[in-house]
């Protein structure tokens, strides 16, 4: 018998692989190999599973940011660590999953953007800090703000009107995106150590 978890979690795997739209009910439940009688035991409907499965992902996230942060030795570090999370997530997920989101499961997705953004925001305002009072990061500019531009600019990079999957891959903007912003935060004496850690995490470089 399958638990509530592992529903979640093997139905994320075919969401991530086919994306939101064209998987059923009925291929969770045969992918499950139980019947939909028994599937919906523990969900009420698709949405209903779907807003289960986005938040599930977000807790995890925490945890994982948690973590990442108890490890790391200096903020370009964390940052860099947090970067490569991402970059082996969105390798996982299929393109359309955010479009299928935000097209099919209006509430869903602005439910998950405001959790997501409030959760994003505070990682790179502590990171910021971080980095500021270790003076690997410039001390001229507002964390409050740059924390919120941040929030803002992810949101754009995941626009698929702004940029079509057809023509950028996430992986590849969220690199430009993620450079963009260390760039713009590091002090000259954080920007040797980012060059070095981004020598030691392969998944960062060209």
Do not use: C
Request: hydrophobic share 40%; no cysteine.
């Amino acid at each position: 018998m399958e638990t509530k978890q592992q529903i979640l979690n093997k139905t994320e795997a075919l969401f991530f692989r086919y994306g939101l739209k064209s998987v059923t009910m009925d291929d969770i439940a045969r992918e499950l190999g139980i019947s939909k009688k028994t599937l919906y035991q523990f969900v009420e409907n698709k949405q209903d599973l779907i807003e289960q499965i986005f938040q599930n992902r977000i807790e995890e996230e925490k945890t994982i940011m948690r973590e990442i942060r108890e490890e790391a030795e200096d903020a370009i570090e964390e940052v860099l660590k947090i970067a490569i999370y991402v970059t082996t997530m969105l390798r996982a997920m299929t393109p359309t999953i955010m479009y299928d989101l935000e097209k099919y499961y209006k509430k869903t997705w602005l439910q998950m953007q405001q959790l997501h953004q409030k959760h994003i925001y505070q990682i790179i305002f502590d990171n910021l800090n971080w980095g500021i009072d270790n003076q690997l990061y410039r001390a001229d500019f507002n964390p409050e703000i740059i924390a919120k531009i941040y929030v803002a600019k992810s949101s754009d990079v995941a626009d698929p009107e702004r940029f079509p999957h057809a023509q950028y891959d996430m992986e590849t903007l969220f690199r430009e995106f993620f450079l963009y912003h260390m760039h713009g935060v590091v002090a000259p004496q954080g920007l040797e150590l980012l060059h070095k850690h981004m020598e030691t995490f392969q998944l960062i470089k060209n």
